[in-house]
């Protein structure tokens, strides 16, 4: 079964940027996500990238966070910038078959997360 990896989170200021990454087991091409979560909040998709590297944004994340994959490396990125206070969640990849979207019930294989926090 496929396993995904994050890695790239940690405590930065608001206004800083990071980079993180997602490292599949097998080199299948599939749609790839961004998702967060913060304690008692539903998951919520942040960006998507399809096999033909199409790509997707929530309102939230336009203009400051930019999704990306090298499929030689079996890895999806994403590079966030001007991070706020609100952007501070647990961050997890996922990986469809399905057509990409925003929606996590399309999503059934999913990375262990990556913490994320910005401190203002």
């Known amino acids: 079964q496929e396993k995904l990896v994050e890695s790239g989170g940690g405590t930065v200021q608001s206004g800083e940027s990071l980079r993180l990454s997602c490292v599949a087991s097998?080199?299948?091409?599939?749609?790839m996500g961004w998702f967060r979560q913060t304690p008692g909040k539903a998951r919520e998709g942040v960006a998507g990238i399809d096999t033909s590297g199409t790509t997707f944004y929530a309102e939230s994340a336009k203009g400051r966070f930019t999704i990306s994959r090298d499929n030689s490396k079996r890895t999806v990125y994403l590079q966030m910038t001007d991070l706020k206070a609100e952007d501070t969640a647990m961050y997890y990849c996922?990986?469809?078959?399905?057509?990409?979207?925003?929606?996590?019930?399309?999503?059934?294989?999913w990375g262990q997360g990556t913490q994320v926090t910005i401190s203002s």
């Open positions: 996922a990986t469809t078959r399905a057509t990409c979207s925003l929606d996590s019930k399309w999503y059934p294989r």
């Open positions: 097998t080199p299948r091409h599939y749609s």
